[in-house]
């Protein structure tokens, strides 16, 4: 059964940080992409980060480029998320997910993602 647990939201002002995690169990995590999503107030759902397999690149969302990095330790299996200069337009629910395939990678596809954290909260607000 493929898990994923995500960890580290919270409330922060504008401008403060927080680096989420993601701790995966049940399937070869080395193996897969991996990415985070968010479901804002309004409920639109956003890329926010992806990654390949083995971390040589990375995928990010126009509205979070340059404030957020996406990072894994594939020993560790947990897939991070630092986020800087948080803005209130940042609050979501935000979700870690898994890729389809082994060994693929589609940078900005929220319906190739096919396993789901159950999300955490980011309430930025002053």
């Known amino acids: 059964q493929v898990q994923l647990v995500e960890s580290g939201g919270g409330l922060v002002q504008p401008g403060g940080s927080l680096r989420l995690s993601c701790a995966a169990s049940?399937?070869?995590?080395?193996?897969?992409?991996m990415g985070w999503f968010r479901r804002t107030p309004t409920k639109e759902r956003d890329v926010v980060a992806t990654?390949?397999?083995?971390?040589?690149?990375?995928y990010y969302g126009d509205s979070v480029k340059g404030r957020f990095t996406i990072s894994r330790d594939n020993v560790k299996n947990t897939v991070y998320l630092q986020m800087n200069s948080l803005k209130p337009e940042d609050t979501a629910v935000y979700y870690c997910?898994?890729?389809?395939?082994?060994?693929?990678?589609?940078?900005?596809?929220?319906?190739?993602?096919?396993?789901w954290g159950q999300g955490t909260q980011v309430t930025i607000s002053s």
């Open positions: 049940g399937h070869s995590f080395s193996n897969y992409a």
């Open positions: 990654i390949t397999w083995d971390g040589a690149h990375t």
């Open positions: 997910a898994r890729g389809k395939q082994p060994g693929l990678w589609y940078p900005n596809s929220i319906s190739w993602y096919d396993y």
